[in-house]
């Protein structure tokens, strides 16, 4: 029965270490990342056919590398993680996973993941994924705390994948790979603001300066989410017009685009968490929609 017990208690910290190292990742967010560097590689000019076994190691370098990012941003955050209601439960916050332990498994993780991109692909992909994960991790992170520029900071490594996946494919940084680029950077803003309008109050008790006004979720802050929310609008017709897409993605980008518009206009004039929640939903359904429309109206 000892023996039992003892297998049952091992298998359990196992499956404990397991569910860590999975929140350590971020795994839900890092998955949406990969997404579209994957999505990018497949939409490359020199990609005309899917090959199941490059697109799961590019998938699988790119979350290792974004997982790698994740996990320093909870080493380096882990006091101001443990203030926050929202990330106490962390492995590192909480005390469950030493600081040491978090450092390992990033190296190891980010060395790993470059390796990928690098072997299987080409240099550039992997000196992309290097460069996205330092500035993530070493200057937005910090920076957080300093000034609101931080999401302007942290927007280039979030829509690094879309060049990371081009240049996998492509071999290059070309017109097609900066167009989605350039997409996935200004959708940023209205999704991240509305996240930092909802968690305003956690953030501003850890000491992260992440809405556009000193003052919170004001009109300022909700109309720079319309701003960038338009901006979404030209920057969508750069895919038809690089011909990377046909009319039918065009017409699709360009209806959401609108979407996501009227949904920061409605939080401008409602000035409600409701509002600012419908526009981070909106934002989840925004991305894997365009992604779609341009893989299946690609030239």
């Given at each position: 029965m000892a023996t039992q017990s003892s297998d049952i208690e091992s298998s359990l910290n196992k499956s404990s270490k397991l569910k860590d190292y999975i929140a350590l990742v971020k795994f839900s967010l890092t998955t949406m990342v990969v997404f579209s560097a994957v999505a990018s590689y497949q939409l490359a000019p020199k990609i005309k056919a899917y090959d199941y076994k490059m697109l799961l190691l590019l998938f699988l370098g790119g979350f290792l590398v974004t997982g790698s990012a994740n996990a320093i941003n909870q080493v380096v955050e882990k006091d101001t993680d443990a203030k926050m209601k929202r990330t106490a439960k962390r492995p590192i916050a909480s005390g469950r996973m030493s600081e040491a332990e978090g450092w390992v498994f990033a190296i190891v993780t980010g060395l790993a993941g470059a390796f990928i991109l690098y072997y299987w692909f080409n240099f550039l992909s992997a000196a992309l994924a290097v460069f996205s994960l330092f500035l993530y991790a070493f200057i937005y992170t910090p920076l957080k705390k300093v000034n609101s520029i931080s999401v302007l900071v942290g927007a280039v490594p979030g829509a690094l994948p879309c060049l990371i996946g081009w240049a996998a494919g492509n071999d290059d940084v070309s017109a097609g790979g900066w167009a989605l680029f350039a997409m996935q950077f200004f959708w940023q803003f209205p999704h991240f603001w509305a996240i930092a309008w909802l968690a305003h109050k956690d953030y501003e008790g850890a000491g992260f300066k992440l809405l556009p006004s000193v003052d919170g979720p004001t009109k300022y802050s909700a109309i720079q989410s319309v701003i960038y929310s338009l901006l979404l609008i030209p920057v969508g017709l750069l895919p038809y017009f690089t011909g990377m897409s046909g009319m039918g993605?065009?017409?699709?980008?360009?209806?959401?685009?609108?979407?996501?518009?009227?949904?920061?206009?409605?939080?401008?004039?409602?000035?409600?968490?409701?509002?600012?929640?419908?526009?981070?939903?909106?934002?989840?359904?925004?991305?894997?929609?365009?992604?779609?429309?341009?893989?299946?109206?690609?030239?």
């Open positions: 993605a065009l017409i699709i980008i360009l209806l959401a685009n609108i979407f996501m518009v009227w949904q920061s206009v409605r939080l401008y004039r409602e000035m409600e968490a409701k509002a600012a929640r419908r526009v981070m939903f909106s934002s989840y359904i925004y991305l894997p929609v365009v992604f779609w429309a341009l893989l299946a109206f690609k030239n």
